[in-house]
């Protein structure tokens, strides 16, 4: 079973989701969202981040198209995964995020206005999916 402070991101071109769970990965809060606006402001308020919660793993959701194959999108991903990678000193994984935008703004529809401004944008709910995702395929790939 997974365990430790993961922190998921959902990397956009204009902003990035950022979701994390406690040390037990049984709880998962979106955080609000960064805007991408500058690469080193935003590896930096990232590095803050990490910090603060005290974050073991980094998950970034990596876009996939449907048929599994990678595109121009998955390419810039990759390149934000190594510069990241290369700025700090911990495990940077890609997950597959297929879909996680379509089941965020099923929950966003469903939020306040005010709810809607504490995470800024939907990014931040699609970091969430894909945290739940990819802690729950690790706990279904323990042995019973």
């Known amino acids: 079973m997974r365990q430790g402070r993961f922190l998921a991101l959902d990397y956009g071109s204009k ?6 769970c406690d040390e ?6 979106p955080l609000a969202s960064l805007p991408n606006i500058r690469p080193r402001d935003l590896i ?3 590095k803050r981040i ?11 959701g990596m876009p996939l198209r449907m048929d ?11 390149a934000f995964i190594d510069t990241l990678g290369a700025a700090i000193h911990l495990p940077v994984r890609s997950f597959d995020e297929r879909l996680s935008t379509v089941e965020a703004l099923e929950v966003w529809n469903l939020m306040s206005q005010r709810q809607r ?3 800024r944008t939907v990014d931040s709910l ?6 739940e995702r990819y802690i ?9």
């Open 15 to 20: 902003n990035v989701g950022l979701a994390c």
């Open 24 to 29: 037990l990965c049984v709880t998962i809060q």
């Open 44 to 46: 930096n308020r990232i």
């Open 50 to 60: 990490i910090l603060e919660r005290q974050i073991d793993e980094l998950v970034v």
């Open 68 to 78: 599994g194959s990678a595109g121009d999108a998955a390419r810039r991903v990759r």
């Open 117 to 119: 401004r504490k995470y």
């Open 126 to 131: 699609a970091a969430a999916c894909i945290l």
């Open 136 to 144: 729950e395929e690790g706990k279904s790939c323990e042995p019973a």
